[in-house]
């Protein structure tokens, strides 16, 4: 048998610097999470989001300005999550953001 390729049977091996730096970055955001504004700590990560988690945020987030701030995130990527929100969502607010980021969407 060939050495060639990678053996999808074994587990993947990480190096303890990955791991360091992994354990490091969920340890802080725990630390943000118990001592800080929890809204905040969300708006603060959705910076770094990529976009499933942005469409995600912007359908259930908890809180309104983490959803108002995920929708103007979106990108022509997200235009099927825009209209959802369009279509489902109760608050009027959401619903003209969502319309307004389409607009903008169709204009770049």
Not at 29 to 38: A, R
Not at 72 to 101: C, F, G, W, Y
Request: hydrophobic share 40%; charged share 30%; glycine share 0%.
């Amino acid at each position: 048998m060939s050495t060639c390729c990678n053996d999808p049977t074994e587990p993947v091996k990480l190096a303890h610097r990955d791991l360091l730096r992994e354990q490091k970055l969920h340890g802080d955001l725990l630390l943000d999470l118990f001592t800080e504004n929890p809204e905040k700590v969300m708006l603060k990560q959705l910076k770094s989001a990529n976009t499933y988690l942005r469409e995600l945020a912007a359908l259930r987030a908890y809180f309104d300005s983490v959803r108002k701030q995920a929708i103007s995130m979106l990108d022509s990527h997200s235009l099927s999550t825009l209209e959802r929100i369009i279509e489902t969502d109760e608050d009027a607010e959401l619903v003209n953001l969502a319309k307004q980021q389409i607009r903008d969407i169709n204009m770049t």
